[in-house]
């Protein structure tokens, strides 16, 4: 009999063009600030340095964070850390803001995550992935606070899905 290894986890299918944007974005302003900086005759050591920095502060302000997800995990990487909690084992979902929203999502262990809901509606995978996950959560009594705004959520995925679905065979 053999053994099946494990599935890779779901990974934001986006994110290596956005990251590829931000690469792109941070070199052309650097690329940019040094010409015009050396063409106004004013480029030094020092100002090259803080041109680059600044660069690199682009970079870092447009890379989006990468979201994956497995059987009971997701996990948020930024540059500087990697938050993970246990879908099977939340205790709240939360959703803040209106126009900009984002989903706080806490486990039993305290961990929490922030999550832009817009990642969710990308990939399918990464939804599945969650929505199993709360299920179990609620099978076994812990999430106490956020069912109902996952079933909407839901809802809302699943319609977006079906309408993207229906304009792609050309029936909408």
Do not use: K
């Not at 509606?121 to 069912?147: K, Q, V, Y």
């Not at 309408?163 to 792609?168: G, H, K």
């Amino acid at each position: 009999m053999e053994r099946s290894t494990p599935a890779a986890p779901a990974c934001d299918r986006h994110w290596p063009g956005s990251a590829r944007f931000a690469v792109g974005c941070g070199l052309v302003f650097c690329a940019m600030s040094l010409l015009v900086d050396w063409d106004g005759g004013t480029l030094t050591p020092l100002r090259a340095l803080l041109w680059s920095v600044l660069s690199a502060a682009v970079f870092a302000i447009l890379l989006p964070p990468r979201v994956s997800a497995g059987p009971g995990w997701l996990a948020v990487r930024t540059l500087s850390r990697r938050l993970v909690v246990r879908t099977d084992a939340l205790t709240v979902v939360r959703q803040y803001g209106s126009v900009s929203s984002h989903l706080v999502l806490r486990d039993v262990h305290g961990h929490i995550l922030e999550l832009d809901p817009r990642v969710l509606a990308a990939n399918p995978l990464i939804w599945h992935e969650l929505d199993t996950g709360i299920r179990r959560s609620l099978e076994h009594g812990t999430l106490s606070h956020g069912a109902d705004l996952i079933d909407r959520l839901g809802r809302r995925i699943d319609d977006e899905t079906a309408q993207a679905v229906l304009r792609e065979s050309g029936l909408l």
